[in-house]
């Protein structure tokens, strides 16, 4: 008697590989506990996605959360004509609450996991957001060094992030919000002189 064929919805294939990673880590996530935790066989899975195509949709759910509430703020913060380079403090401080609250994806996010794995051109547009917003604001001379510095900025945030969702040098959320603030006075304070 031939098998019946199992139908799940795509988008709880990605929702349950997202919460898999967000409670275990990403170096425990597998295939067989993806679909054991939706009650099916690990190839039903495959009928759907590859392995990399459920891990880069983990990832775009990821951001899909961590833009919702930074993509709102820092539009506000635009409207209110506020310094267009203070939103990467409201970045900052998204990010370090979503570390805060989904550390095991945000480690998958930003952290090293990804090393060496190409992704899709959509998601990896997600990782330089912020120039886009700042390209059109600053002159060519000037969001040529902006780039270098607030790539620095932020490369330095996540690795503050970093060391204190994995425990490092008695970081809390409050030192890394004091080192977030040094780490913009030194690196992006300067360009709040430039009127925009």
Known sequence: MPRKKVIIEPRLIIETAFEL????????????????????????IYNYFSREEILHAAIDH?????????D?????????????????????ESMLVF???????YRFMFGKELKGNQLPAEISSRYQGMEKIMKPLLSED??????????LFLRLINSIIL?????????????????????????????LDISL
């Open 21 to 44: 990673i967000d409670r275990e880590g990403f170096t425990r996530f597998s295939s067989r506990n993806l679909a054991s935790k939706l009650g099916v066989s690990h190839m039903t």
């Open 62 to 70: 990821g951001f899909q959360i961590l833009h919702n509430d930074m």
């Open 72 to 92: 709102s703020r820092i539009q506000a913060h635009i409207e209110s004509r506020a310094h267009a380079v203070e939103i990467y403090k409201i970045a900052a």
């Open 99 to 105: 570390a805060g609250q989904h550390k095991h994806i």
């Open 142 to 151: 000037i969001y040529s060094d902006f780039r270098k510095d607030s790539s």
């Open 163 to 191: 060391t204190y969702i994995d425990g490092g040098y008695e970081k809390t959320e409050e030192s890394c919000r004091e080192d977030i603030a040094r780490s913009f006075d030194k690196l992006l304070g300067c360009y």
